[in-house]
Structures are given as structure tokens and as C-alpha cells.
């Protein structure tokens, strides 16, 4: 197995996100990807490779263009008003009112997000370019022949939609990946979003399309974030329906449950014959995570990955979530080892 890496993730660094009604340090921080890295290596998992550079071609071909200049211009933007905190955006557009671009930073913000615990920062848009670039550079792997790869960056992008950031996710780096390999000869891409929260970003960018399948295990939107995404109710639109599996399941699911579901999915996808899988993969179903309310232990991460290489199909892992920092590492080494024994 081949593993991507930069340290260009430690340039999105948040100082905190709105959380229980407090402004509380971020849970997605740089030591996950420290922590990720170090298990990778002690695991003896293969080489560690730095990215290639694409450019913005590969982003702005799942992107709206005006969000990826907006994302590129954000903190220029508001720091020429004078601040030196995250920037972080305050309300929305919602029920009756009007979904039109704003002049100033700070409509801009809310326009383009749907949440208050994602901070852009000075380096945000450095890491997250990076983040795309680690994700096509496995693409390409996968192109050129190699079976598994993993994309080792931060932050994560599976909330990431065509025009909006949230949920920690800016660039939907998973998606960024499957439509690089459908431009580059594939003609079927499966993405299955193992992640704890539902990945409403790639769903709502493939659900009109027949050439990605969308296929999600997680925390039923009855009663998690991103609340408004993810019910078993939706299956695609128009030339998609058909094409995205929701498995969501209630809080303190266990191994039973979250494995029966993840039968459910593997059946999808080999009816689908893919010709590559690209996995959003997050740990934070562990039962250790701080922000979540799954119950897997570090063992079942390698039955995961496992049952995962049993589908036969090249994989790209892109990583997600997992927010339980000292564990983090041993989680996401787990299903690699899985997959790759
Ligand atoms: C928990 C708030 C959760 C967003 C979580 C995003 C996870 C990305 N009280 N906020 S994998
Ligand atoms: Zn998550």
C-alpha cells in the first residue's frame, strides 16, 4: 500500500468551532494527521509519498469556480477588515429568503457555509488545495495500475458540497478523486462513506448521476449533524435514482448493526461493478470519540478493512473523521492492515 502524505495540513489550524453553546477548540486538529501518520509508519504499511500538483482543473470539475475563488480570496478578505481571529460565519439563508451572493465578507461567509465549526484561516486554503492534490495524486495511482492507496490528509471534505463548506470539510477531496478518475478512463466509481456523519457534500454533488454510486453507513440525521442529509428515503434523482445507498443508523450502534449495514452496502456495490472504490474513511464511529455516539472498538476496524478488500476492486482510501485523537491512529491503521493482509 502506498500512503500520501504533506504537512501542508498543519496550515489549516483552527482556534476554535461553536459547540454546546461555547466557543470550544477545535476538534479537528493537526495532531490527527500526526497521530494517523504515526501509526501508518509503525505498521510498516509501505511507502509515504508526497503529492503531485494538478491545480485548481480537478477541483473546479466538481466546484462551483465562483466557491473555489471565494475560498481562495476568504481571508484576505477578512483580515482586510482588520480581524485576526478564524473567520467564521453566523447565519443563513433559510425558509423564504434569498439565496444571492453578498459583497461583504461576511454574507459571503454565511452564503457559502452551513455551519459555525468550520474556521477558514491564514493557511486554510494552502492545506486544503494540498488535501486535493494528496486525493488525485492517489486517483492517479489507481490509474497507473497500484490496488490500495491511502490519501493521508486534513481536513476532511466529505461535507464539503458543489458551493458550500461545513462540518469541518471545505474540499470535497473523495469526490475530487472519483471524478478524476471518471475524466481519466473510468467508467464507474463507487464511494463508500464509512465516516459517522452522513456525507452530505457527495451525496448532494452525485445524486443526479449514474456514474458514481453514493453509498453511506451513519448516524441516523434524525439525530445527528448534518441533520438536514441523510434519511434512507434517498435514493438519487432523475438519471441517479438508484445510485445512493443511505444506511443510517441509531446512536449507540454497535458492531452488530453497523456490520449488518455495511452487507447492505457491499451487496450495492458489486451489483454496481465499479471499477474503482473510493472510500470516505473516518473512524469516528469509534466509541471513543468525543463528538459521537457509535460504539466500534479499535478491533473491528480490521474486520472493516477486510471486508472492504473483499469487494476486488482498486481502492483509494480519503481520510474523513476521527476525532479521538490518542486513538486515532491505531483506528485508521487498523482497516489499512485489514484491507492490505
Ligand atoms: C458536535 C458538533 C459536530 C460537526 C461535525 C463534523 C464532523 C466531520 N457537537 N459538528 S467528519
Ligand atoms: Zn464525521
Redesign the pocket.
Known amino acids: 500500500m502506498l500512503t500520501i502524505y504533506s504537512d501542508d495540513h498543519r496550515l489549516h489550524h483552527g482556534k476554535g468551532?461553536l459547540?454546546?453553546g461555547e466557543l470550544q477548540p477545535c476538534y479537528?486538529c493537526p495532531e490527527r494527521a500526526d497521530q494517523v501518520l504515526a501509526a501508518v509508519r509503525q505498521a510498516r504499511l509501505g511507502d509515504i509519498v508526497a503529492p503531485d500538483e494538478f491545480g485548481l482543473e480537478p477541483i473546479k470539475a466538481v466546484h462551483d469556480p465562483r466557491y473555489v475563488d471565494f475560498l481562495q480570496q476568504a481571508w484576505e478578505l477578512w483580515a482586510a477588515e482588520g480581524r485576526t481571529s478564524d473567520a467564521l460565519p453566523l447565519n443563513w439563508a433559510v425558509r423564504g429568503m434569498r439565496q444571492l451572493e453578498p459583497d461583504y465578507i461576511d454574507g459571503k461567509l454565511s452564503y457559502y457555509s452551513f455551519?459555525a465549526?468550520t474556521p477558514i484561516t491564514a493557511g486554510t486554503w494552502a492545506a486544503v488545495t494540498t488535501g486535493a492534490n494528496i486525493a488525485v495524486t492517489g486517483a492517479a495511482r489507481l490509474l497507473a495500475g497500484d490496488e490500495f492507496i491511502f490519501a493521508l490528509s486534513r481536513p476532511?471534505g466529505?461535507?464539503a458540497a458543489r458551493d458550500y463548506f461545513g462540518?469541518?470539510?471545505f474540499l470535497n477531496n473523495a469526490a475530487i478523486a472519483a471524478q478524476y478518475l471518471l475524466d481519466n478512463g473510468a467508467s464507474r466509481v463507487a464511494i463508500l462513506d464509512v465516516?459517522?456523519?452522513h456525507g452530505n457534500g457527495t451525496q448532494s454533488i452525485f445524486y443526479e448521476r449514474n456514474d458514481v454510486l453514493f453509498v453511506s453507513i451513519h448516524a441516523d440525521p434524525r439525530q445527528e449533524?448534518p441533520y438536514f442529509l441523510g434519511h434512507a428515503d434517498e435514493h438519487g434523482k432523475g438519471p441517479g435514482d438508484g445510485y445512493n445507498l443511505n444506511l443510517p443508523l441509531p446512536w449507540q450502534s454497535g458492531a452488530d448493526r453497523w456490520f449488518a449495514a455495511l452487507e447492505t452496502g457491499h451487496a450495492r456495490v458489486r451489483e454496481f461493478a465499479p471499477d474503482y472504490v473510493v472510500v470516505s474513511l473516518?473512524v469516528?464511529t469509534y466509541i471513543g470519540d468525543p463528538?459521537s455516539q457509535f460504539c466500534l472498538e479499535s478491533d473491528d476496524y480490521l474486520a472493516m478493512g477486510s471486508r472492504i478488500a473483499d469487494l476486488g476492486v482498486p481502492l483509494l482510501f480519503v481520510l474523513?473523521?476521527g476525532y479521538a485523537v490518542a486513538d486515532v491512529g491505531t483506528n485508521v491503521s487498523n482497516v489499512l492492515l485489514g484491507a492490505t493482509r
Do not use: K, L, T
Request: charged letters at 35%; hydrophobic letters at 10%.
Open positions: 468551532e459547540n454546546d479537528e455551519d465549526g476532511p466529505h461535507h462540518g469541518y470539510c465516516d459517522y456523519h449533524f473516518g469516528d463528538i474523513e473523521g
